[in-house]
């Protein structure tokens, strides 16, 4: 079944400091893997895309990784701000479809 | 920067009664989805939409569920006979291409059913 997991469901951290996220799927075949911001009652916001053959894209201080062979990929947020508060989710497409699969998401809250 | 607009933020409704959601996607993309939100849980799929016909849809996206692209910018979401279960917040969504073809694809803010 295709799946999209995510860890930690959520996390507190400190403003300026930096944080990763984790993402493991088992969607195949595989497409492209997206992470997506989302602030609360607000719709999904696009940070990257990547497709199997990419290892790493960057998005001003957010940077992914993907390592198509042991189906992970991580979000790594660096010198957090209070605007990072929010909820990052993971999602994956698979070839041949059109839909996404979504992980149920990261809770990030970032304080003073 | 373009954005995808859905109409309304907010809506409630009784049990049983059908109710439209609206979305105007950006204009020069040509595939439109609606996905939903259950408080707390996943986002999930519900329909893939391009000319003018359904390209795919989930077990979710039953006889209940109608799409419509009436003129040629609004895209509806027509839930006949609702149940309290379809509570939730239902995403509108645009992009230039299919979502295997590496194209972003752009949310709406989401419109929140509250079935009573």
């Known amino acids: 079944k295709n799946q999209v997991e995510q860890s930690p469901q959520s996390l507190i951290i400190l403003e300026g400091k930096n944080c990763t996220l984790q993402c493991n799927y088992t969607v195949s075949p595989f497409s492209n893997l997206r992470w997506y911001k989302q602030d609360t009652g607000r719709g999904p916001v696009s940070l990257t895309i990547?497709?199997?053959?990419?290892n790493t894209k960057s998005n001003g201080r957010y940077t992914a990784t993907l390592d198509a062979d042991t189906k992970q990929s991580s979000l790594h947020i660096t010198a957090s701000q209070l605007s990072d508060s929010a909820s990052y989710i993971c999602v994956v497409s698979a070839s041949f479809g059109d839909k996404l699969i979504f992980g149920t998401g990261t809770r990030l809250q970032v304080f003073p | 920067e373009p954005e995808v607009t859905q109409t309304p933020s907010h809506q409630v409704t009784q049990m049983g009664q059908e109710v439209i959601l609206r979305c105007v996607p950006i204009?020069?993309?040509?595939?439109f989805y609606w996905y939903r939100q259950i408080l707390g849980q996943k986002v999930e799929f519900l329909v893939s939409?391009?000319?003018?016909?359904?390209?795919?849809k989930s077990e979710i996206f039953d006889d209940q569920f109608s799409v419509e692209r009436p003129d040629g910018s609004n895209f509806t979401l027509k839930i006949r006979s609702t149940k309290l279960e379809d509570s939730a917040m239902y995403f509108c969504a645009s992009s230039e291409r299919r979502t295997d073809a590496n194209s972003p694809l752009h949310f709406g803010n989401g419109t929140r059913l509250t079935v009573t």
């Open positions: 990547m497709t199997f053959s990419e």
């Open positions: 939409f391009y000319n003018n016909e359904i390209s795919e």
């Open positions: 204009s020069n993309h040509l595939y």
